[in-house]
């Protein structure tokens, strides 16, 4: 569907889950793997063709949250300083390739040093031939010296020149018509900021904004069609489209979006097909993204699951009466009063039991989704969420007389409980064994 571009202003507000995307869904929980996740450093990348035939231009996108560094008081202000390496290498005799940037974010408050929607973003540009390349990010804190990495690996292949050909997918946070001067974003007369953590939703009036070109090649004034298709990791094909485009141009570029609501949250993969005569297909690109779920959308969509996932801290017979609801106000309310009971600050701005419980959930989705199991279903979830982060983490990947197995040990707040899994099939699904209530348990540290 094309738009107005003239209307576009979109932003996408993320919330306060500042969560890496990981290259795996299913992973083992260790006080690393949370920092990771906890991080306010996102990287990414999008490739398109470059003025210079023989090249291909490597856009890398960054995206630092004001969370992720050391502010100072600097008379009436807060200051932080960082440094951001930005390393291209190849194999064979290219030559490394290095952009540094240097950044001073200055803020009026402290409030906004920890700020979970404050940030900075960037773009460096790379013109590379074909070759296989690692691109590495390290961001380092001036003040606190903290060095945070990201790396990621690239395949630039030779296009064939003569057929029409498509770029790469980039996720786009919010686009600005331009009149006149050059931005960092520019894409022709468009400002196109990227979605660097590639997360969207969390509204009721969302929407999947991304970018891409098609290339004429030499069958200049052809029609090719464009086909988009949203995988859901649980439910399978949840959208689709065609769109068909002439190639009157050298280089059309395509902006488009789709609505979000009553979409599910969770993780997807979006397929764009270049189709040209006969229906032949010329490229195919895939690219993952995450929808955060709002409350309202899961009301309609996931109400036995929304419910499912309340019955972990709920009281006896609570899920039972939200049950038997089924008009959505009812259900809304039902949540909202589910909440205000366990509102530990009643009042205040937010509701701090919400928060921990909504991020717990988003973690373990993010470390331990199985197969099609989301990861809140999971023992090891199920655990997260009651009990929040282990305060120790003894795992066993390679148990010499034993299957793989992880320990759990809870003892900073409250009773001392150990929670063991094991995974017994080996096949990365480890499996809460008795006891299952994790009391009663000497520690073994």
Sequence with gaps: MYMNIRKIIITVVLGTLLLASMASAQGELSQTTLKQINTGFFAD????ESEIDTLARVEVYYKIYHSTLEFAKSKENWQARSKLSINVTGNNDFVSQVQNREGTVTVKSKARTNSPRDFRSGQANFDLPKGKYKIKLTLQDIKSHKVTNKDFKIKIKNPNIDNPRMSDVEFAESVIELNSGS????KGNLAIVPAVSRMFGGLPESKLLYYLEIYQGNDSGVTVVVETKLRHRRKGMVYRDT???ALDIPVVRQLRQ??????PGGMYEMEIILRGRRNKGLANRKIEFEILQTVESMIRTEWKMLLRQLSYIA???????MKKFEEFEQRKQAIVEFWRRRDPTVGSRGNEARQAFNYRVHVVNKLFTYSRQSGWETDRGRIYIIHGEPDKIDEHPYALSSAPFTIWHY????????????????DGDYRLIFLYDGLGQTPDF
């Design 258 to 263: 789709i609505a979000l609501v009553d979409m």
């Design 315 to 321: 009281e006896p017979g609570e899920i039972k009466k």
């Design 243 to 245: 769109l068909h485009t």
């Design 183 to 186: 931005v960092m974003f520019q």
């Design 411 to 426: 003892y900073i707040n409250g009773r001392y409980r150990r929670f063991t899994f094991v995974d017994d099939l080996g």
């Design 45 to 48: 990348h999008a490739i398109f």
